[in-house]
Protein backbone atom coordinates (compact mmCIF):
# COMPACT_ATOMS: atom_id res chain seq x y z
CA UNK A 1 0.00 0.00 0.00
CA UNK A 2 1.11 3.53 -0.84
CA UNK A 3 0.87 5.96 2.15
CA UNK A 4 -0.08 9.48 0.66
CA UNK A 5 2.74 12.01 1.58
CA UNK A 6 0.99 15.26 3.05
CA UNK A 7 2.62 18.89 2.04
CA UNK A 8 1.94 21.43 4.81
CA UNK A 9 1.05 24.11 2.27
CA UNK A 10 -1.97 22.07 1.28
CA UNK A 11 -3.29 22.65 4.68
CA UNK A 12 -6.03 20.58 6.04
CA UNK A 13 -7.05 19.11 2.49
CA UNK A 14 -3.76 17.26 1.73
CA UNK A 15 -3.29 14.51 -0.38
CA UNK A 16 -4.33 11.74 2.34
CA UNK A 17 -7.80 13.87 2.57
CA UNK A 18 -8.06 14.52 -0.99
CA UNK A 19 -7.63 10.86 -1.89
CA UNK A 20 -11.03 9.90 -0.57
CA UNK A 21 -13.14 12.98 -1.12
CA UNK A 22 -14.98 12.26 -3.85
CA UNK A 23 -15.64 9.29 -2.75
CA UNK A 24 -19.53 8.80 -4.55
CA UNK A 25 -22.32 9.39 -2.00
CA UNK A 26 -23.14 11.82 0.35
CA UNK A 27 -21.88 15.17 -1.55
CA UNK A 28 -20.98 13.72 -4.54
CA UNK A 29 -24.45 12.31 -5.20
CA UNK A 30 -26.07 13.33 -7.93
CA UNK A 31 -28.84 14.65 -6.04
CA UNK A 32 -26.85 16.53 -3.80
CA UNK A 33 -25.01 18.74 -6.53
CA UNK A 34 -27.47 19.22 -9.09
CA UNK A 35 -29.81 21.72 -6.84
CA UNK A 36 -26.29 23.57 -6.17
CA UNK A 37 -25.35 23.60 -9.88
CA UNK A 38 -29.03 24.38 -10.94
CA UNK A 39 -28.79 27.69 -8.21
CA UNK A 40 -25.34 28.79 -9.28
CA UNK A 41 -26.38 28.22 -12.85
CA UNK A 42 -29.13 31.07 -12.66
CA UNK A 43 -27.41 33.39 -10.34
CA UNK A 44 -24.58 33.56 -13.02
CA UNK A 45 -26.84 34.48 -15.77
CA UNK A 46 -24.34 33.47 -18.63
CA UNK A 47 -21.70 35.43 -16.82
CA UNK A 48 -18.42 34.07 -15.73
CA UNK A 49 -18.34 32.65 -12.24
CA UNK A 50 -15.56 32.36 -9.40
CA UNK A 51 -15.48 29.44 -6.69
CA UNK A 52 -13.58 30.18 -3.63
CA UNK A 53 -12.07 27.48 -2.42
CA UNK A 54 -13.19 25.14 -5.21
CA UNK A 55 -11.29 22.27 -4.15
CA UNK A 56 -11.95 18.59 -6.49
CA UNK A 57 -14.41 20.77 -8.60
CA UNK A 58 -17.16 19.04 -7.29
CA UNK A 59 -19.62 22.28 -7.69
CA UNK A 60 -16.86 24.03 -10.21
CA UNK A 61 -16.80 20.94 -12.85
CA UNK A 62 -20.49 20.28 -13.11
CA UNK A 63 -21.32 24.07 -13.15
CA UNK A 64 -18.67 24.69 -16.29
CA UNK A 65 -20.56 21.37 -17.94
CA UNK A 66 -23.43 23.52 -18.46
CA UNK A 67 -21.12 25.95 -20.46
CA UNK A 68 -20.93 28.37 -17.42
CA UNK A 69 -17.42 29.95 -17.95
CA UNK A 70 -15.96 28.80 -14.20
CA UNK A 71 -12.40 30.08 -12.25
CA UNK A 72 -11.70 28.99 -9.00
CA UNK A 73 -8.77 30.23 -6.29
CA UNK A 74 -7.99 27.29 -3.95
CA UNK A 75 -5.11 26.35 -1.38
CA UNK A 76 -4.26 23.30 -2.05
CA UNK A 77 -2.89 21.02 -4.93
CA UNK A 78 -3.69 18.02 -3.81
CA UNK A 79 -8.04 19.12 -3.93
CA UNK A 80 -6.68 20.59 -7.42
CA UNK A 81 -5.29 17.76 -8.91
CA UNK A 82 -8.94 15.73 -8.95
CA UNK A 83 -10.30 18.42 -10.98
CA UNK A 84 -8.37 17.12 -14.25
CA UNK A 85 -10.29 14.78 -16.42
CA UNK A 86 -13.75 15.17 -14.57
CA UNK A 87 -16.78 16.00 -17.05
CA UNK A 88 -16.30 19.93 -17.18
CA UNK A 89 -13.14 19.77 -14.90
CA UNK A 90 -10.80 20.97 -17.72
CA UNK A 91 -12.35 24.30 -18.66
CA UNK A 92 -11.65 25.34 -15.10
CA UNK A 93 -9.10 27.49 -14.47
CA UNK A 94 -7.49 27.25 -10.99
CA UNK A 95 -5.35 29.44 -9.24
CA UNK A 96 -3.66 28.25 -6.27
CA UNK A 97 -3.61 30.71 -3.39
CA UNK A 98 -5.84 32.00 -0.23
CA UNK A 99 -9.15 33.15 -0.79
CA UNK A 100 -8.54 36.11 1.46
CA UNK A 101 -5.98 37.61 -0.39
CA UNK A 102 -5.57 36.21 -4.17
CA UNK A 103 -6.73 37.89 -6.78
CA UNK A 104 -7.33 36.90 -10.80
CA UNK A 105 -7.99 38.96 -13.46
CA UNK A 106 -11.35 39.10 -14.89
CA UNK A 107 -14.90 40.35 -13.43
CA UNK A 108 -17.07 38.40 -12.53
CA UNK A 109 -20.68 37.79 -12.51
CA UNK A 110 -20.69 35.18 -9.48
CA UNK A 111 -18.61 34.48 -6.59
CA UNK A 112 -19.89 31.80 -4.54
CA UNK A 113 -17.92 29.65 -1.66
CA UNK A 114 -20.25 26.97 -0.45
CA UNK A 115 -19.88 23.95 2.00
CA UNK A 116 -18.96 25.76 4.62
CA UNK A 117 -15.96 26.83 3.69
CA UNK A 118 -16.19 30.28 5.07
CA UNK A 119 -15.62 28.56 8.72
CA UNK A 120 -12.27 27.16 7.49
CA UNK A 121 -11.20 31.09 7.75
CA UNK A 122 -10.44 31.53 11.90
CA UNK A 123 -10.38 34.43 12.26
CA UNK A 124 -12.88 37.52 11.91
CA UNK A 125 -10.19 40.07 9.76
CA UNK A 126 -9.80 36.56 7.79
CA UNK A 127 -13.59 36.32 6.93
CA UNK A 128 -13.79 39.73 6.63
CA UNK A 129 -10.97 40.12 4.17
CA UNK A 130 -13.03 36.95 2.13
CA UNK A 131 -15.79 39.02 1.90
CA UNK A 132 -13.48 42.06 0.27
CA UNK A 133 -11.93 39.80 -1.93
CA UNK A 134 -15.24 38.90 -2.85
CA UNK A 135 -16.53 42.38 -3.85
CA UNK A 136 -13.31 43.10 -5.62
CA UNK A 137 -13.51 40.09 -8.18
CA UNK A 138 -17.82 41.39 -9.14
CA UNK A 139 -18.82 43.61 -11.37
CA UNK A 140 -21.61 45.64 -10.51
CA UNK A 141 -24.63 44.24 -9.43
CA UNK A 142 -22.77 41.00 -9.26
CA UNK A 143 -23.82 38.30 -6.22
CA UNK A 144 -21.38 36.88 -3.54
CA UNK A 145 -23.63 33.46 -1.86
CA UNK A 146 -22.40 31.68 1.05
CA UNK A 147 -23.89 28.18 1.81
CA UNK A 148 -23.15 27.13 5.56
CA UNK A 149 -24.28 25.52 8.27
CA UNK A 150 -25.27 27.36 11.30
CA UNK A 151 -23.42 25.98 14.75
CA UNK A 152 -25.93 23.81 16.80
CA UNK A 153 -25.24 26.43 20.08
CA UNK A 154 -29.06 25.33 21.24
CA UNK A 155 -27.79 21.57 21.87
CA UNK A 156 -25.36 23.29 24.43
CA UNK A 157 -26.60 23.27 28.19
CA UNK A 158 -24.74 25.04 30.66
CA UNK A 159 -21.19 23.92 31.32
CA UNK A 160 -21.12 21.61 27.85
CA UNK A 161 -19.01 22.49 25.31
CA UNK A 162 -19.37 19.48 22.71
CA UNK A 163 -22.36 18.06 20.18
CA UNK A 164 -21.55 14.80 18.44
CA UNK A 165 -22.65 14.87 15.17
CA UNK A 166 -22.33 11.40 13.63
CA UNK A 167 -21.88 7.44 15.61
CA UNK A 168 -21.24 4.63 12.83
CA UNK A 169 -19.94 1.81 14.62
CA UNK A 170 -18.99 -0.52 12.18
CA UNK A 171 -18.07 -3.97 13.00
CA UNK A 172 -16.39 -5.28 16.67
CA UNK A 173 -13.38 -2.75 16.33
CA UNK A 174 -14.07 -0.25 13.17
CA UNK A 175 -16.60 2.96 13.30
CA UNK A 176 -16.25 6.43 13.11
CA UNK A 177 -17.30 9.37 16.02
CA UNK A 178 -17.46 13.06 14.61
CA UNK A 179 -17.99 15.52 17.36
CA UNK A 180 -17.92 19.52 17.45
CA UNK A 181 -16.07 21.54 20.67
CA UNK A 182 -17.22 24.92 20.72
CA UNK A 183 -15.49 28.46 22.12
CA UNK A 184 -18.73 30.51 22.28
CA UNK A 185 -16.69 33.32 24.07
CA UNK A 186 -14.71 33.29 20.70
CA UNK A 187 -16.98 31.47 18.15
CA UNK A 188 -14.11 29.47 17.21
CA UNK A 189 -15.05 25.62 17.19
CA UNK A 190 -13.05 22.57 16.39
CA UNK A 191 -14.34 19.66 14.51
CA UNK A 192 -13.30 16.41 15.81
CA UNK A 193 -13.25 13.18 13.58
CA UNK A 194 -12.06 9.24 14.91
CA UNK A 195 -11.91 7.09 12.91
CA UNK A 196 -10.97 3.30 13.96
CA UNK A 197 -9.86 0.70 10.90
CA UNK A 198 -10.98 -2.90 11.03
CA UNK A 199 -7.29 -3.87 12.47
CA UNK A 200 -7.74 -1.40 15.57
CA UNK A 201 -5.58 1.25 13.93
CA UNK A 202 -7.26 4.56 14.12
CA UNK A 203 -7.00 8.19 13.19
CA UNK A 204 -8.10 11.08 15.58
CA UNK A 205 -8.53 14.42 13.43
CA UNK A 206 -9.03 17.57 14.72
CA UNK A 207 -9.80 20.56 12.64
CA UNK A 208 -10.31 24.17 13.59
CA UNK A 209 -13.10 26.54 12.07
CA UNK A 210 -14.65 29.94 13.39
CA UNK A 211 -18.63 30.44 12.90
CA UNK A 212 -20.26 33.99 12.13
CA UNK A 213 -24.13 34.25 12.43
CA UNK A 214 -25.98 35.48 9.42
CA UNK A 215 -26.18 38.84 10.66
CA UNK A 216 -22.14 39.53 11.16
CA UNK A 217 -22.12 38.40 7.70
CA UNK A 218 -24.51 40.75 6.36
CA UNK A 219 -22.01 43.43 8.49
CA UNK A 220 -19.14 41.48 6.76
CA UNK A 221 -21.12 42.25 3.29
CA UNK A 222 -21.77 46.00 4.32
CA UNK A 223 -17.90 46.50 5.19
CA UNK A 224 -17.27 45.07 1.12
CA UNK A 225 -20.07 47.40 -0.37
CA UNK A 226 -22.54 44.48 -0.65
CA UNK A 227 -25.43 44.04 0.47
CA UNK A 228 -28.20 41.11 1.40
CA UNK A 229 -30.33 39.80 -1.89
CA UNK A 230 -31.29 36.69 -0.51
CA UNK A 231 -31.36 34.54 2.29
CA UNK A 232 -32.34 30.95 1.98
CA UNK A 233 -32.46 27.95 4.48
CA UNK A 234 -31.20 25.70 1.74
CA UNK A 235 -30.50 24.97 -1.97
CA UNK A 236 -34.69 24.65 -2.39
CA UNK A 237 -34.90 28.53 -1.62
CA UNK A 238 -37.01 27.81 1.25
CA UNK A 239 -37.61 30.30 4.21
CA UNK A 240 -35.07 30.72 6.52
CA UNK A 241 -36.38 30.07 9.88
CA UNK A 242 -35.62 29.94 13.41
CA UNK A 243 -35.56 26.38 12.92
CA UNK A 244 -32.68 26.35 9.93
CA UNK A 245 -29.71 24.49 10.12
CA UNK A 246 -27.74 26.07 7.54
CA UNK A 247 -28.24 29.12 5.25
CA UNK A 248 -27.33 30.16 1.19
CA UNK A 249 -26.92 33.64 1.73
CA UNK A 250 -26.29 36.12 -1.47
CA UNK A 251 -24.88 39.37 -1.56
CA UNK A 252 -25.15 42.09 -4.31
CA UNK A 253 -22.25 43.94 -4.83
CA UNK A 254 -23.47 47.77 -5.11
CA UNK A 255 -22.31 50.60 -7.63
CA UNK A 256 -19.07 52.76 -6.64
CA UNK A 257 -20.60 55.80 -4.91
C1 LIG B 1 -14.92 21.35 2.29
S1 LIG B 1 -13.80 21.62 0.96
C2 LIG B 1 -14.89 22.33 -0.24
C3 LIG B 1 -14.39 22.16 -1.66
C4 LIG B 1 -15.41 22.55 -2.73
N1 LIG B 1 -15.79 23.93 -2.62
C5 LIG B 1 -16.65 21.68 -2.59
O1 LIG B 1 -17.74 22.23 -2.45
O2 LIG B 1 -16.51 20.45 -2.68
C6 LIG B 1 -12.91 23.01 1.54
C7 LIG B 1 -11.82 23.48 0.58
O3 LIG B 1 -11.42 24.78 0.96
C8 LIG B 1 -10.03 24.91 0.74
N2 LIG B 1 -9.60 26.06 1.54
C9 LIG B 1 -9.69 26.21 2.89
N3 LIG B 1 -9.26 27.43 3.25
C10 LIG B 1 -8.89 28.07 2.11
C11 LIG B 1 -8.36 29.36 1.84
N4 LIG B 1 -8.14 30.24 2.81
N5 LIG B 1 -8.11 29.69 0.55
C12 LIG B 1 -8.32 28.80 -0.45
N6 LIG B 1 -8.82 27.56 -0.25
C13 LIG B 1 -9.10 27.20 1.02
C14 LIG B 1 -9.50 23.57 1.17
O4 LIG B 1 -8.20 23.32 0.69
C15 LIG B 1 -10.55 22.64 0.58
O5 LIG B 1 -10.24 22.27 -0.73
Known sequence: MTVPSDDPA???FSESVAVDYDTPGGANAVEAVTPVVEVLEELASGGPALEFAVGTGRIAAPLA???VPVSGIEMSRAMVARLAGKPGGDAVEVTIGDMTST???????????VYNTISNVTTQDGQVEVFRNAAAHLRPGGLFLIEVGLPDLRRLP???DTVPFAIAPNGDR???VGFDQYNVATQEFTSNHVTVSPDGTGRFLRVPF???WPAEMDLMARIAGMRLKHRWADWDRSAFTDASTKHVSIWEKLPAE
Open 65 to 67: DRG
Open 103 to 113: RVSGEFALVYL
Open 174 to 176: AGY
Open 10 to 12: DGW
Open 158 to 160: PGQ
Open 210 to 212: RYA
